[in-house]
Every structure is written in C-alpha cells, then in structure tokens.
C-alpha cells in the first residue's frame, strides 16, 4: 500500500524503504547475481538497464515476468531512443476509471484487482471461438520489449517500456471471417474489485474498438508487463491493449473480452462525449479537442514550471508505420 507524504508542491510517494516489499529486494540481488554470474542473456542486459533506470522507482512492483525471455522487438518504430519514463510515473500517474478518476487513485485502489485466475474470450466473427486463460495468453507468442510513446488526449505523454507480443499474434490464431470488419475490446467491470464501477462517470464496461486492419498492424500490442515485470494492476493487469499511434484512452485495460464484429464499435468514450471523442482518435496535432489544442503535449516527469511543451507528432509519430492505413480519409471528420 503506498503512502503519501504532503510536499510543498502536492503529495509525494514516500521512500522506497518504507514501501516496497522485501521480495523486490531479494529479486533485485538475485538478478544482479545472475548478471555478475554471467547467467543473464542479452535480453536481460537490455532489462538491466531499464532495472538501472528504473531504481527510482518508489512505487511498490508486482515482480519479475516467468520466464524471462523478452527480446528487443524486431518490429519497425517499436523501440523509440527517446528517455525512458520513471517507473514510478508510470504506475503512480495513471487513468483507469475504474478505481478513480484522479491520476492517483489507481494506484492506491487497485490492489483489490484479482487477476488470477483470469480469461479472455474471444467471440463473434471468428471460426475459432476461445476462451483463453491468461496462462496461455502468456505463451501465446515470444514476449517483446517495446519501448513506445504514449499520449493521452489530455496533452501529457510518457515512454513506456511494455513488455508483450503483437495483438496480430492472437488474431490469427482465431481467424477471423469475412464479416470481422471491426474488433471490440471489452474489459473488466467488478464493482466488488473496482469501486468507481458503482458510479455513472462512464457506461461500463469499457469497451474500446479497432478497424481490422488496424488490430492486425505489428505495432498494435497486447501488453502483459512493463519495465521487464508483470504489468502493476493500476496500469491495465494481467494483459491490456497499446496502440501507440493512438489518443490512450483506446489502449484498453484489464481486458475479459475481444469480439470480432461487422459494425463500427459503440465505445465507452465515444458514448460519453460522442462531440469530444471519435472512433478513430489517432493522435493529430491538427485537430484540437474542443476544449484544448493537441498542438503540444506535456512529457510527464519533466514537469516544473520551465517546462518546455513539446510538438505533439502525428500519429504520435508513428507515421511511417501507420499513415498508410489512413490514406485518402478524411482525418479532420473521422477524429
Ligand atoms: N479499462 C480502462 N482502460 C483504460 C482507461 C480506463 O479508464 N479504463 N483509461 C485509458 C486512458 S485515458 C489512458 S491515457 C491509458 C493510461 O494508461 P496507463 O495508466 O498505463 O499510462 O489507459 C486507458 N485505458
Ligand atoms: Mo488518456
């Protein structure tokens, strides 16, 4: 459980001491043993510099990802050079309505998240219906490393290094037929394990959607971990949708079904504010929200009050590898 200390300039986590349990300790020594030993593979080095970055991280961690066998992806744009957020921003900054609608609120109301056992079903226009337990999820496909930006439609951004595999991976395995022209992302909605769903803030559950085309694009990722351990649950456990190119509200958490449709999906945010927020809500500096621009974006931990604001990109910019999905649409109507 964190606790928070008043600071001049808001509330702030208290010391990793104080907060973060034994086991992460001995994790920790364990896996610097295994690096000295020489035990660790490449794919650990890269691990251990994120472990290197990430030691101010004062936000209690849920433990290394078995097996350990992430990888660098190999797929194009997925692994931007760009400064790594502090895992402590990552899984104390956070949306997820379903345990509050302050940004730090889920990490003080998620522990009540079970995420085992777990399973996902998968239905509708597919010729290999399934139910998948988050085990087998698990194994689905070699886990990766993607390090991706992230922007949420509110003008703040993050880089996260999620650990998961291609949604593709998944799709093809079910088949989808000729009338799946849209997939549905359904997620959690306990009010015994998530006490904002008793409130009307949204019509829960929340559903998000893809065009086909889109979910099969190699960037669109299933995350199950993040900074090389098991995804904390204010940020989506045990598997959630990324879609880097793509306002954050579309990258689903804590997700229980994926059906496969023919009509364009009737999304939660959609639903709740159909004048603010589009279907498609790729990132685009162009078009504003109607109450803010989207010209710029503020990168969360180099907050202060010189901060620069950085140029939103285009598809965050993830346009090489994404604006062809888009071509000849208009992107200004189809917001
Ligand atoms: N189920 C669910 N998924 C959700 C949300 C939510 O409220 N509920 N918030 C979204 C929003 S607005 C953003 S910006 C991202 C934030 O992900 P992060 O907390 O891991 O950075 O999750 C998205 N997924
Ligand atoms: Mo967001």
């Known amino acids: 459980m964190l606790i928070l200390k008043r600071h001049a300039n808001?509330?702030?986590?208290?010391?990793?001491?104080?907060?973060?349990?034994?086991?992460?300790?001995?994790?920790?020594?364990?896996?610097?043993?295994?690096?000295?030993?020489?035990?660790?593979?490449?794919?650990?080095?890269?691990?251990?510099?994120?472990?290197?970055?990430?030691?101010?991280?004062?936000?209690?961690?849920?433990?290394?990802?078995a097996p350990l066998a992430a990888q660098r992806s190999a797929v194009p744009g997925a692994l931007t050079m760009e400064k790594l957020s502090a895992y402590k921003d990552i899984a104390s900054y956070n949306n997820f309505y379903e345990f509050g609608t302050d940004k730090s609120d889920p990490v003080r109301n998620a522990h009540t998240l079970q995420t085992r056992p777990w399973t996902v079903a998968i239905e509708g226009a597919v010729k290999k219906p399934q139910t998948l337990a988050i085990e087998d999820i698990l194994k689905l496909a070699p886990l990766e490393e993607r390090i991706y930006r992230l922007r949420c439609v509110e003008g703040w951004s993050m880089v996260i290094p999620w650990v998961g595999f291609s949604l593709s991976e998944l799709i093809k395995r079910?088949?989808?037929?000729?009338?799946?022209?849209?997939?549905?992302?359904?997620?959690?909605?306990?009010?015994?394990?998530?006490?904002?769903?008793?409130?009307?803030?949204?019509?829960?559950?929340?559903?998000?959607?893809?065009?086909?085309?889109?979910?099969?694009?190699?960037?669109?990722?299933?995350?199950?971990?993040?900074?090389?351990?098991?995804?904390?649950?204010?940020?989506?456990?045990?598997v959630r949708l990324v879609v880097p190119w793509k306002y954050g509200f579309k990258s689903a958490k804590s997700i229980v079904k994926i059906r496969f449709v023919e009509k364009e999906p009737k999304t939660a945010w959609v639903k709740a504010a159909v004048q603010e927020y589009g279907f498609y809500s790729n990132v685009n500096p162009k078009v504003d929200h109607p109450r803010w621009?989207?010209?710029?974006?503020?990168?969360?931990?180099?907050?202060?009050?010189?901060?620069?604001?950085?140029?939103?990109?285009?598809?965050?910019?993830?346009?090489?590898?994404?604006?062809?999905?888009?071509?000849?649409?208009?992107?200004?109507?189809?917001?």
Do not use: C
Request: proline residues 7%; neutral net charge.
């Open 10 to 65: 808001g509330f702030e986590h208290a010391t990793p001491s104080e907060i973060t349990p034994r086991a992460v300790y001995e994790q920790r020594r364990a896996f610097v043993k295994a690096l000295a030993a020489g035990t660790a593979g490449s794919a650990m080095a890269l691990w251990a510099q994120r472990e290197a970055r990430a030691q101010d991280g004062t936000v209690a961690r849920p433990g290394q990802l």
């Open 174 to 238: 079910v088949e989808p037929t000729g009338n799946a022209r849209y997939v549905e992302f359904h997620t959690l909605a306990d009010p015994k394990q998530m006490p904002y769903v008793r409130s009307s803030v949204l019509d829960w559950p929340y559903v998000e959607g893809l065009r086909i085309d889109e979910a099969m694009h190699p960037l669109a990722l299933l995350a199950v971990g993040l900074y090389g351990e098991v995804l904390p649950n204010q940020n989506g456990a045990p």
């Open 293 to 335: 621009s989207q010209a710029t974006e503020r990168r969360i931990g180099e907050d202060g009050l010189f901060q620069k604001k950085r140029p939103t990109q285009m598809f965050n910019g993830y346009e090489a590898q994404v604006g062809q999905l888009y071509a000849g649409m208009d992107l200004v109507k189809y917001y």
